[in-house]
């Protein structure tokens, strides 16, 4: 796929599966591409292998790959498949080689976590790296401390699809939009469908979301409302979402992908609990509340239901 056409696909949804676990805690790739099967059925535009929702940090370089050899197996063509890669420069560089061997489609690279990172040094690190890859890269921007400079040379990197900004800082992210090459990689909102709203109307395209995993139809919906210029249908669609997501921040967003994959296991697929150091279950109370959640959804049509596995 061409970086062009990489581009035109981040602009639509890039929805994150969850990484499935059997009995033992281990990735189990058969439900893990069932998952993932799921997502691309649904029509999402690009799907990100081993994302933070499919729990990155909490994998090994072995698991990574195991996940996206399963991404690459489920998705079976009907959609880029955009593997996540990440840690140290050299593990992401040889992480980027594996992925491509695999048959993926680009690479995204998680934002490093060196406590002593340097702003300039990190668009460094996503430079070096994308210098490296075989595959188109989406920089995962999602620290403080950048500015405009460092998002215009991110952007013009010639092999730098698109920058998934997940960051609440619009003003940086609209002075960067207009200070880039049009023509260079495109500004995608990586905080999901609450964000996408005040994202798009900033000068970005294309937003990211956990939400697939059960509710894919309502990730579309935004999309489309968005890409129509309705505000205000958009709006009303975040709105009935606002309940799910802002459970999922819960503990500093240690709830985060507790919340997406017991809405899985909801629709009657058992992915497994969370791995810590993220909230492995909910409890009881907040359980309650989700089904709660869902089975309104569900009469709405809006859910995955246990026949589309």
């Known amino acids: 796929m ?15 599966p969850v990484t499935a676990y059997d009995g033992n805690g281990e990735v189990e790739p058969r439900t893990t591409a069932t998952v993932y099967r799921r997502v691309a059925i649904a029509g999402i535009h690009n799907i990100v292998a081993a994302g933070n929702t499919g729990e990155f940090y909490a994998l090994t370089p072995e698991e990574i790959r195991s996940v996206h050899e399963a991404a690459v197996s489920g998705v079976d063509g009907r959609a880029p498949v ?3 890669i990440g840690r140290s420069l050299r593990e ?7 992925a491509a061997a695999i048959g993926a489609t680009a690479v995204m690279s998680h934002q490093p976590v ?7 040094a990190q668009i460094d690190y996503f430079c070096s790296l994308a210098d490296a890859s075989p595959l188109p890269l989406v920089a995962y921007v999602r620290a403080d401390g950048f500015n405009v400079d460092d998002m215009v040379r991110l952007a013009a ?3 730098i699809a698109g920058i998934k900004f997940a960051t609440p800082d619009l003003m940086l992210l609209s002075r960067a939009i207009a200070a880039s090459d049009p023509a260079g990689a495109l500004f995608v909102c990586g905080l999901a469908e609450s964000w996408a709203l005040s994202f798009t109307a900033a000068g970005a395209r294309g937003f990211t979301s956990g939400l697939v ?13 968005l890409a129509k ?11 009935r979402l606002e309940p799910f997501e802002r459970m999922r921040t819960k503990f500093r967003n240690g709830a985060n992908v507790t919340v997406v994959k017991e809405a899985v296991a909801h629709s009657g697929l058992n992915v497994g609990p969370v791995r810590v150091p993220g909230l492995p279950l909910l409890d009881q109370k907040d359980r309650e509340e989700l089904v709660r959640l869902l089975k309104g959804w569900e009469v709405a049509g ?5 026949a589309d596995q």
Do not use: C
């Open 2 to 16: 061409s970086i062009a056409t990489m581009r035109q696909a981040l602009r639509g949804v890039s929805g994150v």
């Open 82 to 84: 955009t593997a996540a």
């Open 92 to 98: 992401a560089i040889r992480m980027a080689k594996d």
């Open 114 to 120: 060196d406590p002593f990172a340097a702003p300039s």
């Open 157 to 159: 990197h010639g092999n």
């Open 213 to 225: 995993n059960v509710a894919p139809q309502l990730s579309l919906a935004v999309h489309d409302a």
């Open 229 to 239: 210029g309705d505000f205000e249908a958009a709006r009303a669609i975040i709105n």
């Open 302 to 306: 809006d859910i995955l239901a246990p």
